[in-house]
């Protein structure tokens, strides 16, 4: 059967040799799974600013929708969203932010 490679990331195993390795990392899946990883031990604050300093995203402010959802490279952050979240850092009391599929929610 061979040695076989486990990605804890994706909780997905494979053949291991070096073909397979690099096309599973260099894979989308893997990506978006090391993406949501590492934002969980973002700070709200430093996830804000990163959104807002994206260019907003045509598609979802004709439609309504993306279909990239939280993976979009642009921002879906509405002008309401940034001054409600911009107060609220601004203030005491700070707005939890949560990320649902990259995308800012305010909580």
Request: hydrophobic share 25%; proline share 5%; glycine share 8%.
């Amino acid at each position: 059967m061979g040695k076989r490679y486990y990605c804890e990331v994706c909780d997905k195993s494979f053949s291991d040799n070096p073909t397979n390795r690099k096309n599973h990392m260099k894979g989308t899946s893997h990506q978006r799974m090391t993406k949501q990883h590492y934002n969980m031990f973002k700070d709200p604050a430093s996830m804000l600013a990163e959104e807002a300093s994206k260019q907003p995203c045509r598609k979802f402010f004709t439609t309504g929708e993306c279909g990239f959802e939280g993976w979009c490279f642009y921002s879906h952050l509405t002008p309401e969203k940034k001054q409600v979240n911009s107060h609220a850092g601004n203030s005491s009391q700070l707005v939890s932010v949560a990320l649902k599929g990259g995308a800012f929610i305010p909580i």
